[in-house]
């Protein structure tokens, strides 16, 4: 289950398994390493999430706001969501191959906890 995603815009889904509509969130997709580098560095917020792949760890050194980050294995199952503060390092997640990003307290908003499935539609 290799994902190659394009940089770009998508949507994630959240909860949408079993038929049902699930939550809906404009997604950015850095899957370049360029992009995955800066990454939301230098931003004050961000509409919707940001998708890093592949990644297992991110930092927030030189951001300028907490954000939620979402660590996803290879079947897009949240292992872990932690809020990370400014100037931090997060631990590398060994089952981790993707990450979510977001505005701190988003993720909570959006139902993303461990264990949810989330669907990722490129567009």
């Known amino acids: ?8 815009k998508g949507v994630l889904v959240v909860g949408g398994e079993g038929g ?13 390493y360029r992009a995955r580098t800066k990454g939301l560095l230098g931003r004050d917020s961000v509409e919707g999430a940001m998708l890093l792949s ?3 760890n991110v930092h927030t050194f030189r951001m300028r706001m907490p954000i939620d980050v979402a660590y996803l ?7 872990a969501v932690r809020t990370m503060r400014p100037g931090r390092l997060g631990a590398p997640r060994l089952r981790s191959r993707h990450v979510l990003e977001a505005e701190a307290g988003a993720m909570a908003g959006w139902g ?3 264990g949810v499935r989330v669907e990722v539609a490129q567009e």
């Open 1 to 8: 289950m290799g994902r190659r995603w394009r940089d770009g």
């Open 20 to 32: 049902g509509a699930g939550v809906r969130v404009p997604l950015e997709i850095a899957g370049s």
């Open 54 to 56: 592949p990644a297992n």
């Open 73 to 79: 294995d290879r079947r897009l199952t949240v292992i």
């Open 112 to 114: 993303v906890r461990a």
